[in-house]
């Protein structure tokens, strides 16, 4: 059965002070691996897809890395607005399996 | 804009009493999913359509069925909802088995209460 944990459950941090979020997974046949954005009441928002392991992606503050176990999402000099839940999620087997989020909280 | 729409975005049924949620998508995918998330938890897929074929989860609860009557729509029906369906739906879209930039698109969900 294909899993994926993402740690930790929440993490705050004050504006400016960069981080990684972890998500790591045990599946057969990984087609890729997703994160998305989720924020409150509404549907996750995509982010990134990483196919291989050593593969890297940016957007703005935001940059996702993939070993063969996990993935990483590093937030760099996080703002407010940085806020919300981040999912991550496998695709394997015709089907795409999430993790519980990590719940992410930037005080100015 | 192209894009996952879901109808309507809070829905209160009562014990018991069917329901029906609403998915279009203006995308022209062929594959349409159906998720539920509760309070605090990982998106659990309950079935999805690839093209006109449906596929059910094994852990899907009978109260729950689905209909797709074109490449546009999909519907989620709870038959009898109980207490313990009260929670975020969330219908999503993909061309094929999701591959590629941007993967899945998700709609905003619709947020069913119980009472």
Partial sequence: ?108 | DAMVIQNPRYQVTQFGKPVTLSCSQTLNHNVMYWYQQKSSQAPKLLFHYYDKDFNNEADTPDNFQSRRPNTSFCFLDIRSPGLGDAAMYLCATSRGQGSGAGGYTFGSGTRLTVV
């Fill in chain 1, 1 to 108: 059965e294909d899993q994926v944990t993402q740690s930790p459950e929440a993490l705050r941090l004050q504006e400016g002070e960069s981080s990684s979020l972890n998500c790591s997974y045990t599946v057969s046949g990984l087609r890729g691996l997703f994160w998305y954005r989720q924020d409150p009441g509404k549907g996750p928002e995509f982010l990134f897809t990483l196919y291989s392991a050593g593969e890297e992606k940016e957007k703005e503050r935001l940059k996702a890395t993939l070993t063969k176990k996990e993935s990483f999402l590093h937030i760099t000099a996080p703002k407010p607005e940085d806020s919300a839940t981040y999912l991550c999620a496998v695709q394997a087997n015709g089907k795409l399996t999430f993790g519980q989020g990590t719940i992410l909280t930037v005080h100015p």
